[in-house]
């Protein structure tokens, strides 16, 4: 049966719809022979080119149904035969399947899918270079706690993390850093923004100092010196810049949440790739090579110092999301900057 069998619906609905809400409503319905149509069904999509922004919202979302309503058991049984290529939509949605039983730390240990997830990680499938279960910095993905949204104003910025104190010698060392361009690191970084359509193009920029930066000036009166586009026009306007320190859990639950929710004019990558996006963009601001070990990477970022920060510029619209963050690497000779909103700026000025 081919895709284009599906035609254009009567209120426009177009065939990718169609087979997305019937995939949909079979991974909703607890079974195993709806389970095992739903992959079938969502295999319908083209891999290629053509069609494949639709045609991954559909099996992703498919994936994210299937495990959420479906039995292990009854999934397993869709795993019986390994791939023998990439290029298959039905191993796609599997693939993306794998990586929601990861999130919820389901599915290791079991002979079929172990299999499965080896000959993945054989063929060179981004999503199995990720552990098989979340890590302890990954506690909070997906997690929503009532009261706490996206942080907006500097008043909530302070109510959740320590804000840091501007010293002296941090404006000093901040007018000495040196900026070290990376196109290709930096849109890395801002993958889980620009994948699922953030209003407007982050800012990632790298910098590198002539010596060790004590911790304690790494601080809004460092960062204020550097030539920041989020920051231009900062004093200029009520209200002051301030840095908060925060922690490598908070920074990759952040990235991970603009992947995965997505943003005001694109849509959200499904939990498996918005975790991919997250360690991505984590790597590229730590400047770590692909290869190392998630271990190794998160005692990296532990030796981090990680800020956020927040101003009053054209930036900063305090009014749907705004992210920015720094880190210090741990010679404290290197920092990165990442700042992202969703605001539409040409909506505002």
């Known amino acids: 049966m081919s895709l284009t069998a599906f035609g254009e619906g009567p209120a426009g609905l177009s065939a990718a719809q169609a087979v997305g809400r019937i995939a949909d409503a079979l991974a909703d319905t607890r079974s195993r022979d709806c389970a095992r149509f739903a992959v079938d069904v969502a295999g319908l999509l083209p891999g290629g080119p053509e069609g494949r922004e639709e045609g991954d919202r559909v099996r992703r979302s498919v994936a994210e149904k299937?495990?959420?309503?479906?039995?292990l058991r009854d999934l397993e049984a869709l795993f019986g035969e390994l791939p023998e290529r990439l290029d298959d939509p039905a191993v796609e949605v599997r693939a993306c399947i794998l990586g929601e039983l990861a999130m919820i730390g389901a599915g290791r240990g079991r002979p079929v899918l172990d299999a499965y997830a080896e000959r993945l990680r054989e063929l060179g499938h981004p999503l199995a270079r990720l552990p098989r279960t979340r890590l302890d910095v990954e506690h909070r993905f997906g997690v929503r706690v009532?009261?706490?949204?996206?942080?907006?104003?500097p008043d909530q910025l302070r109510s959740r993390f320590p804000e840091i104190p501007p010293t002296d010698r941090a404006a000093?060392?901040?007018?000495?850093?040196?900026?070290s361009p990376d196109a290709g690191r930096a849109g890395v970084a801002a993958e889980p923004f620009t994948v699922s359509g953030w209003s407007r193009e982050p800012e990632v920029r790298f910098f590198t100092l002539a010596g060790p930066l004590d911790p304690r000036d790494f601080n809004i009166a460092f960062i204020k010196e550097l030539p920041l586009e989020c920051l231009e026009g900062e004093g200029?306007?009520?209200?002051?810049?301030l840095t908060c320190h925060t922690t490598v859990d908070d920074v990759i639950n952040e990235l991970f949440a603009a992947a995965h929710n997505g943003g005001v004019n694109g849509q959200g990558q499904g939990a498996?790739?918005?975790r991919l996006h997250a360690w991505?963009?984590?790597?590229?601001?730590?400047?770590?090579?692909d290869d190392l070990p998630f271990p190794e990477?998160?005692?990296?970022?532990?030796?981090?110092?990680?800020?956020?920060?927040m101003?009053?510029?054209?930036?900063?619209h305090h009014d749907t999301a705004d992210v920015a963050f720094a880190v210090l690497d741990p010679r404290r000779t290197r920092v990165a900057v990442l700042a992202a909103t969703d605001t539409d700026a040409d909506a505002h000025f």
Do not use: I
């Open 66 to 71: 299937l495990v959420k309503a479906q039995q």
């Open 146 to 153: 009532r009261g706490l949204g996206a942080v907006k104003t």
């Open 172 to 179: 000093v060392v901040g007018r000495t850093a040196v900026e």
């Open 236 to 241: 200029t306007r009520r209200g002051g810049a």
């Open 272 to 274: 498996a790739y918005a």
């Open 280 to 289: 991505n963009s984590l790597y590229a601001l730590m400047g770590l090579p």
């Open 297 to 309: 990477a998160v005692r990296h970022a532990a030796d981090c110092r990680w800020l956020r920060f």
């Open 311 to 316: 101003a009053f510029t054209d930036w900063f």
